[in-house]
């Protein structure tokens, strides 16, 4: 397949942009090396950029950290790691220099002492574009071929107060015991269930001692290289729960349809032994899912009374160097939408949205969401914003019961870098979540960045259904356009004539 030769993509082909791998494009059918596989699904920039943002990061060793991690990292990537690793290193040659680059870019306004990563959200508008744009790139390409993995450890994930999915779990984790299969990991609270029945389990073969195996929270975000590939029994709240789980490093993700409508859950559980098998021996169809990154920003004391600061003034005015007016405080990789609203106040909520160094407008509202394509069919429906296929590399901006006639849902391209915040002068504070789950208020002054993630969330499609299945799943979930056919006219004709 002739493949267009982008800015910095060269005219290298895909093959050629694996090292030492072994990925195709020839008929659908691919493959790719264990030290492929192992690496981390994430995007990895050119570490001699420098960094903006205001009030996002301030620290001149940022660049160097992440070069430090690259190189820890070069055993240890996933396809999708090296092959936009090898696609930064094509365009080097075609950098602008730092000084035109310098001329784009202003001061940040963080105190952050020792960065552990390099967040997007400190990413320069260059850098953000080229991220961006090589993702998307990517999941094109991945959609159109198979990876060929080879699985060792399969992650089970499913609602463990359901008993009938329970059920399901150990139907899986029974058959994945048998043979020579990959071993599987369950939750760790099964290990004790009565319906799970671990210790009968392992106890029907000899050759399942010690086969079975537990994950907790902390192993997923501390050791998320020990699973292969990760497997969901339940709904779409159950794969944002995975999403939920691997902060960072997200292992390809199947799902099986037990839920409610099942926009993201793609596969019949019936047929879940012959699913399992060509996935693990054909190799599975990828495609990248946009996530974003959410930072929670904290207001700093500062000489002037909270009465006389202005949340404008300190995010895109003019200001000292060393006047550090907001500190990170906790960062989240979400798949569906970041809402800022009320919360438990009984009034509205006074939002500021800024977009780069820019402000777009101040909002009075029950909150606002800012959805991923992905999260465009969940809350973001709900409130009034516009449906947006996946593929779409976008920022959806819905406000939520805004107190004005004329507000209307955008959509931003996903190379902004947002910022939500809650005014000095407001009246009460606000609540950020993410994804739904995580609850934190924001006091006036606070704000959330948010911005495209470094860590795409690898979501396995039936092959060959890739451009016509969201569609197919807006009609069947939503009844999207559904109505009776308008009847066609019965000419009248005269018989006199």
């Known amino acids: ?46 570490a001699e950029n420098i960094h903006r943002r205001r009030s996002s990061l301030a620290s001149s ?29 094509g365009r080097k040659a075609k950098a602008k220099s730092r000084e035109a680059i310098l001329e784009n870019q202003k001061s940040d306004k963080v105190s952050d002492g020792n960065v552990p990563t390099t967040h997007s959200r400190l990413l320069s508008k260059k850098q953000l574009s080229d991220m961006a744009w090589g ?8 959609g159109s071929i198979r990876l060929k993995l080879k699985v060792k450890t399969v992650f089970l994930l499913t609602k463990a107060h359901d008993e009938t999915l329970i059920e399901y779990t150990r139907e899986v984790a029974k058959w994945l015991l048998s043979s020579d299969r990959p071993t599987p990991y369950v939750e760790k609270t099964l290990e004790k269930n009565d319906k799970f029945d671990a210790e009968g389990l392992v106890s029907q073969d000899p050759s399942h001692n010690g086969r079975l195996k537990y994950w907790t929270n902390e192993l997923c975000a501390q050791h998320p290289h020990t699973f292969d590939f990760v497997v969901t029994l339940g709904g779409d709240g159950t794969l944002l729960y995975a999403s939920w789980l691997f902060q960072r490093i997200v292992p390809p993700v199947l799902s099986f349809a037990l839920g409610s409508l099942g926009f993201l859950t793609k596969f019949d559980y019936e047929g879940f032994r012959e699913t399992l098998t060509k996935s693990f021996s054909d190799g599975v169809t990828v495609s990248l899912r946009l996530r974003f990154e959410g930072t929670v920003m904290r207001s ?23 006047n550090h007016t907001h500190k990170p405080d906790s960062s989240y990789e979400i798949l569906n939408d970041i809402v800022v609203d009320r919360g438990p ?14 402000h777009f407008t101040t909002v009075q509202a029950d909150g606002v969401c800012v959805a991923t394509p992905t999260g465009s069919t969940a809350y973001n429906l709900a409130a009034g914003g516009s449906l947006c296929h996946p593929e779409n590399p976008v920022i959806l901006v819905t406000a939520i019961c805004a107190h004005t006639l004329s507000f209307r849902p955008i959509i931003l391209p996903d190379t902004i870098v947002l910022r939500v915040g809650v005014p000095y002068d407001a009246r009460t504070s606000s609540w950020a979540s993410f994804d739904g789950r995580e609850r934190v208020e924001l006091h006036p002054g606070d704000y959330v960045t948010i911005s495209a993630s470094r860590y795409p969330f690898a979501n396995v499609m039936p092959q060959g259904r890739r451009s016509e299945d969201w569609v197919n799943s807006i009609s069947r979930t939503l009844q999207w356009n559904s109505r009776q056919r308008q009847k066609s006219f019965k000419e009248w004709q005269d018989h006199h004539t």
């Open 135 to 142: 993702v998307r790139e990517l999941s094109k390409r991945l």
């Open 345 to 358: 106040n009984p009034t509205m909520s006074a939002i500021e949205i800024f977009g780069d160094d820019e």
């Open 300 to 322: 700093q004391s500062h000489e002037k009374k909270q009465q006389d600061r202005d949340l404008i003034e300190e995010l895109i005015g003019e200001e000292c160097d060393n």
């Open 61 to 89: 060793d940022a660049a160097n950290l992440a070069k430090q991690r690259a190189d820890q990292r070069a055993d240890t990537a996933c396809f999708v790691h090296q092959l936009l690793e090898s696609q930064g290193k």
């Open 1 to 46: 397949m002739q493949q267009s030769n982008p800015q910095w993509f060269e005219s290298t082909s895909l093959r050629e942009s694996v090292s030492g791998g072994d990925l195709h494009e020839d008929q659908g059918d691919s493959s790719a090396s264990d030290a492929e596989y192992h690496r981390a699904l994430e995007v990895v920039f050119d």
